[in-house]
């Protein structure tokens, strides 16, 4: 599967969830959770990020936004506020093969693709020589992680500086919260091998240096790529009109597409996972996080509804879930 394909289905999965989806009432991504022995109201908001199509002045237009998100104490959100850990554990299941002084990308590559390799490495960093002396799955990570970052700067410019999550984040650390991440190290490691690895990390070095060349190669293909652009520009809509039933709509028919084009048993281990596992991980912590702190969570748009949403899942729970209109 070209990596180009693989980001396009993550673009679109990402605001999507469990296809039998429960409908709720429109017009709200802002919802108070209460009731069930609570002592205090919680919040479930459900976030735009990883482009900047939607930006953090949004959440103006959302009735009391912030007088509700300044009176909670406690900040929940998909990970956790230390990036360094973040990356230090998505990372740590690709240093398995580390190159050594008798092998090195000239063993690995061709001339032609160490010069690719090269460019990028200078492109993204300035200087390639300390990149070139990472094993090629690190490598993969540091300019595919890059490469999203470049392309989020580059769409935004001045308008949009910062994803709506990490803004939260940084506001939530100004009111001195209790920051909580609910991904844990298994998920953020088993996120690495789907996202960037489609599933199955090279165990050798040569597929390693092969798979990094090809990643590489269609990384720039995926900024062209129309399903992606027509699938973003149909979920911001949706989500500047506040409307979950929408955006569930939009996945029924974009899902359905992705699985006639491109290879189904991935498409749906990553859906299972990036949604569904997840949601039903999160919900063995959330109970436990609201039980005693006014908790604000932030997660994905594709997090709260349908089925196995977080919305439903603490309904079931006994929870009273409102929308915050």
């Given at each position: 599967m070209?990596?180009?394909?693989?980001?396009?289905?993550?673009?679109?999965?990402?605001?999507?969830?469990?296809?039998?989806?429960?409908?709720?009432?429109?017009?709200?991504?802002?919802?108070?959770?209460?009731g069930n022995g609570l002592e205090q109201d919680s919040y479930v908001f459900a976030t735009w990020h990883g482009s900047p199509e939607i930006c953090t002045n949004f959440l103006d237009s959302i009735n009391n936004f912030y007088k509700i998100?300044?009176?909670?104490?406690?900040?929940?959100?998909?990970?956790?506020?230390?990036?360094s850990e973040i990356a230090k554990a998505m990372m740590k299941p690709l240093g398995t093969i580390p190159l050594s002084p008798d092998t090195t990308y000239n063993d690995l590559l061709s001339e032609e693709d160490i010069a690719?390799?090269?460019?990028?490495g200078r492109k993204y960093f300035g200087e390639s020589v300390p990149v070139l002396k990472l094993n090629p799955n690190m490598?993969?990570?540091?300019?595919?992680?890059?490469?999203?970052?470049?392309?989020?700067?580059d769409k935004s410019g001045e308008?949009?500086?910062?994803?709506?999550?990490?803004?939260?984040?940084?506001?939530?650390?100004?009111n001195n919260y209790s920051m909580v991440g609910l991904d844990n190290e298994d998920i953020l490691q088993e996120q690495t091998k789907l996202l960037l690895f489609e599933g199955k990390i090279p165990n050798?070095?040569?597929?390693?240096?092969?798979?990094?060349?090809?990643?590489?190669?269609?990384?720039?293909?995926?900024?062209?790529?129309?399903?992606?652009k027509n699938q973003t520009d149909a979920l911001a809509k949706a989500y500047r009109e506040k409307d979950l039933n929408k955006i569930l709509e939009i996945k029924e028919n974009s899902f359905a597409e992705m699985k006639e084009k491109y290879d189904e048993a991935f498409v749906e281990q990553l859906n299972e996972f990036l949604i569904i596992e997840r949601n039903n991980i999160w919900m063995?912590?959330?109970?436990?996080?609201?039980?005693?702190?006014?908790?604000?969570?932030?997660?994905?748009?594709?997090?709260?509804?349908?089925?196995k949403g977080l919305l439903n899942q603490l309904k079931l729970k006994g929870y009273t879930v409102e929308a915050v209109k």
């Amino acid at each position: 599967m070209k990596t180009k394909t693989l980001l396009s289905i993550i673009a679109i999965i990402l605001f999507s969830c469990n296809l039998s989806a429960q409908k709720y009432p429109t017009g709200s991504l802002l919802w108070k959770v209460s009731g069930n022995g609570l002592e205090q109201d919680s919040y479930v908001f459900a976030t735009w990020h990883g482009s900047p199509e939607i930006c953090t002045n949004f959440l103006d237009s959302i009735n009391n936004f912030y007088k509700i998100f300044d009176s909670c104490t406690q900040f929940v959100g998909e990970t956790s506020d230390n990036n360094s850990e973040i990356a230090k554990a998505m990372m740590k299941p690709l240093g398995t093969i580390p190159l050594s002084p008798d092998t090195t990308y000239n063993d690995l590559l061709s001339e032609e693709d160490i010069a690719l390799v090269d460019s990028v490495g200078r492109k993204y960093f300035g200087e390639s020589v300390p990149v070139l002396k990472l094993n090629p799955n690190m490598l993969t990570f540091v300019i595919a992680s890059a490469n999203m970052a470049n392309q989020y700067v580059d769409k935004s410019g001045e308008k949009c500086e910062t994803v709506m999550d990490t803004y939260l984040m940084s506001r939530a650390r100004e009111n001195n919260y209790s920051m909580v991440g609910l991904d844990n190290e298994d998920i953020l490691q088993e996120q690495t091998k789907l996202l960037l690895f489609e599933g199955k990390i090279p165990n050798n070095l040569q597929d390693a240096a092969n798979y990094l060349v090809k990643t590489i190669k269609e990384l720039d293909e995926h900024i062209q790529d129309s399903i992606n652009k027509n699938q973003t520009d149909a979920l911001a809509k949706a989500y500047r009109e506040k409307d979950l039933n929408k955006i569930l709509e939009i996945k029924e028919n974009s899902f359905a597409e992705m699985k006639e084009k491109y290879d189904e048993a991935f498409v749906e281990q990553l859906n299972e996972f990036l949604i569904i596992e997840r949601n039903n991980i999160w919900m063995q912590e959330i109970p436990e996080l609201i039980k005693y702190e006014s908790t604000f969570i932030a997660v994905g748009a594709a997090h709260l509804a349908g089925e196995k949403g977080l919305l439903n899942q603490l309904k079931l729970k006994g929870y009273t879930v409102e929308a915050v209109k």
